[in-house]
């Protein structure tokens, strides 16, 4: 059964493809006002992870972040890459560079979560 595109779901990705980081559901409550409850914004947001348009990040204080690919080739966010949070300006953007990790046998990967902190190249100046 396809999945019913409502005008709030539709307000919640317009907003995600205009951001140029990675965003939380606070960051998002922020913007969308009270346009949008909390509760909504969480289910919308989980709901275009598991269908691929977004993919989930960790981020290092142990809140998720949720961000477009800009190095998906696919509809679906499907490789494993790093994830970079400036400690300055704050952006969390993914990186472009595929991480292959290598298990042992008999072990398979489902997901991948690398997060780096550091300063972007246009606060490390």
Same mark, same amino acid.
């Given at each position: 059964m396809a999945k019913?595109? @409502?005008p709030t779901k539709q307000?919640?990705?317009d907003?995600?493809?205009k951001s140029k980081s990675? !965003? =939380?559901q606070e960051i998002l409550q922020k913007e969308l006002g009270e346009a949008v409850d909390?509760? @909504?914004i969480y289910r919308v947001l989980n709901s275009f992870c598991d269908d691929g348009i977004v993919h989930k990040i960790l981020g290092d204080d142990g809140k998720y972040y949720f961000a477009f690919c800009v190095n998906c080739s696919e509809k679906k966010h499907?490789?494993?890459h790093f994830h970079f949070k400036c400690l300055n300006c704050g952006k969390i953007e993914c990186l472009p560079n595929e !991480?292959?990790?290598k298990l042992p046998v008999g072990y398979? =990967? !489902?997901n991948f979560n690398g997060f780096i902190s550091g300063y972007c190249s246009e606060c490390s100046h």
């Open positions: 019913r595109n @409502t307000l919640i990705l907003s995600l493809k990675a !965003v =939380s909390r509760a @909504t499907r490789h494993n !991480v292959e990790v398979r =990967s !489902v």
